[in-house]
């Protein structure tokens, strides 16, 4: 909590939310596992949601008080579990990215932490389905930590990796601090973000975000939805639960988009145009002609020069962007999906389907039931 970061207390801030629910008596503690040596016959809690250290998990353990653990590097294995589905946020950035015309992709994060290795995972994944590649750049945060010879080594590092890109490019950061010395390299080397290099941070520090210009597109990870869910699992295991033999994932809650991606890559202005016309109007009742008409060419003209710069059609990225808008909907809201159907462009939900189903693989429905990420009902409270 010392922090200050806004990832750690949109957790305790969810934590809370469901403590009031519950009624419970919470305690910010800064070293629980001191906490739960015995006093008698009592223990000082009953329950603990931490960022977990392998003292804790030894102290709870023998105390035999439950422990949610929210640290995903946690060097305590085997906890009970709630985290970010970080291979999702991987994906969401690459579609954002891809959604704009980029075709070269390169993802900034760390060299040892689990959650860079899970996004690079789901970023290279998405990428690769889209018939592209994406080169990484990782370090180790530690190397940094205030040395003025760390920040050098990394500052060099960093620029050697930009010289070896060929813009425009979009790239994923893992941390959006990261991405703002990203972005003083890029000036450093001549190079504007947004128009030949875009920019995707992930956590969505909104004071890093919204200010200097440029302003950062970000992820938000749904940290209080986390907080949530693992005080919903805590409670569980307090009334007896069995824990769950696999950590619980968080999708991510959404990709705010900023001055940092306001660009369309393509190399061809008339296709540029034409991908800021469907992007701006995905959700209406738009046709090939429609985006014909405001790229300034006749529509077979347009087809031709859209698969030449993209490899794709136009009808087929008014799809994709129409979908990307449904997906958002189904896993953010509980509207019908007549009305997610309607809402993201589609003429009916039973076109919908049709074309959810060959593009994603699976029904809206179930998508919707792997997704959700409402909260989850207080135990005790309908279930």
Not at 148 to 166: K, M, N, P, R, V
Not at 189 to 207: D, R, Y
Not at 311 to 327: F, H, M, Q, S, V
Request: aromatic share 8%; charged share 25%; with cysteine.
């Amino acid at each position: 909590m010392e922090w200050g970061f806004k990832r750690h207390l949109d957790v305790y801030a969810g934590c809370q939310r469901y403590a009031d629910e519950a009624g419970w008596d919470c305690a910010i503690h800064p070293a629980p596992e001191r906490a739960l040596a015995p006093r008698g016959r009592a223990v000082a809690f009953d329950g603990v949601i931490a960022r977990a250290t392998p003292a804790l998990a030894a102290a709870a353990g023998k105390a035999g008080v439950p422990v949610v653990n929210v640290w995903l590097n946690s060097p305590a294995g085997g906890l009970p579990s709630v985290f970010p589905d970080f291979e999702a946020s991987g994906a969401m950035a690459a579609e954002h990215l891809l959604a704009r015309g980029f075709r070269q992709f390169g993802y900034l994060g760390y060299t040892r932490d689990i959650d860079s290795r899970q996004q690079l995972a789901g970023f290279r994944r998405a990428i690769r389905a889209a018939g592209y590649t994406c080169a990484s750049h990782r370090f180790s945060r530690g190397d940094l930590g205030g040395k003025a010879s760390g920040w050098e080594q990394f500052a060099s590092a960093l620029g050697a990796w930009i010289d070896s890109w060929h813009p425009p490019i979009g790239v994923f950061v893992a941390n959006d601090l990261y991405c703002r010395y990203l972005i003083d390299v890029c000036r450093a080397k001549g190079l504007h973000v947004s128009q030949q290099v875009a920019i995707v941070g992930t956590m969505n520090e909104q004071i890093i975000c919204e200010s200097p210009p440029p302003t950062l597109t970000s992820i938000d990870l749904g940290f209080d939805q986390i907080g949530y869910r693992a005080a919903a699992m805590l409670d569980r295991l307090m009334g007896g639960g069995q824990p769950p033999a696999e950590p619980e994932l968080v999708p991510p809650a959404e990709l705010v988009p900023r001055q940092s991606t306001d660009v369309y890559a393509a190399a061809d202005p008339v296709v540029a145009r034409a991908l800021r016309f469907i992007a701006e109007g995905s959700g209406g009742r738009m046709k090939v002609p429609d985006v014909a008409a405001a790229a300034g060419v006749n529509r077979r003209t347009l087809e031709r020069r859209f698969r030449d710069a993209l490899g794709r059609t136009i009808a087929d990225e008014i799809a994709r962007l129409r979908i990307e808008r449904a997906k958002r909907r189904m896993v953010e809201t509980d509207a019908p999906i007549k009305d997610v159907a309607l809402d993201a462009g589609f003429r009916c939900a039973d076109h919908f389907y049709k074309v959810f189903s060959r593009l994603e693989g699976m029904p809206p429905t179930e998508y919707r039931a792997e997704h959700q990420k409402a909260f989850p009902k207080r135990v005790g409270v309908g279930g």
